[in-house]
C-alpha cells in the first residue's frame, strides 16, 4: 500500500482544513487508517484513527474533539477534518495504514506511512 498525503498549508489560528490521504491498491476498505502528527523536537503522536468496520478512536489529550477523522472506500481515501486550529497544532502530518486493523493509537500497530503533510497555524 502507499499513502499519499495531502491538503497541509499555512493558515491563521481558528481556521480549519480538511486533509487527505489517498491509499493505492484494491484493498483499501480492509485497511484500519490512522492520523500523527509530529512537532519540531517533539515525539510523533497519535490523532485519530478509523478501523476497517469504521470503528473510531481519537486521542484524548492532542484535538479535544476539534478534528474529525472519515473514510471514503471508493476513492480510496481517508480525510481529517480539522477546525478551531491553534498554533499549538503546527506540525507534519502523517497517515498510516494496518491491514485488517480496527483502529488503534499505537504507532507499531501500522505498517505503511504516507510522506507526511505539513501544517502550519499562525497565531
Known amino acids: 500500500v502507499q499513502l499519499q498525503a495531502s491538503g497541509g498549508g499555512l493558515v491563521q489560528a481558528g481556521d480549519s482544513l480538511r486533509l487527505s490521504c489517498a491509499a493505492s491498491?484494491?484493498?483499501?476498505?480492509?485497511?484500519?487508517m490512522g492520523w500523527f502528527r509530529q512537532a519540531p523536537g517533539k515525539e510523533r503522536e497519535f490523532i485519530a484513527a478509523?478501523?476497517?468496520?469504521?470503528?473510531?478512536?481519537y486521542s484524548p489529550h492532542s484535538v479535544e474533539g476539534r478534528f474529525t477523522i472519515s473514510r471514503d472506500n471508493a476513492k480510496n481515501t481517508v480525510y481529517l477534518q480539522m477546525n478551531s486550529l491553534r498554533p499549538e497544532d503546527t506540525a507534519v502530518y502523517y497517515c498510516?495504514?494496518?491491514?485488517?486493523?480496527?483502529?488503534?493509537?499505537?504507532?507499531?500497530?501500522?505498517?505503511?506511512w504516507g510522506q507526511g503533510t505539513q501544517v502550519t497555524v499562525s497565531s
Open positions: 491498491g484494491r484493498t483499501f476498505s480492509s485497511y484500519g
Open positions: 478509523i478501523g476497517w468496520n469504521d470503528r473510531i478512536t
Open positions: 498510516a495504514a494496518a491491514y485488517g486493523s480496527q483502529g488503534y493509537p499505537e504507532i507499531k500497530a501500522y505498517d505503511y
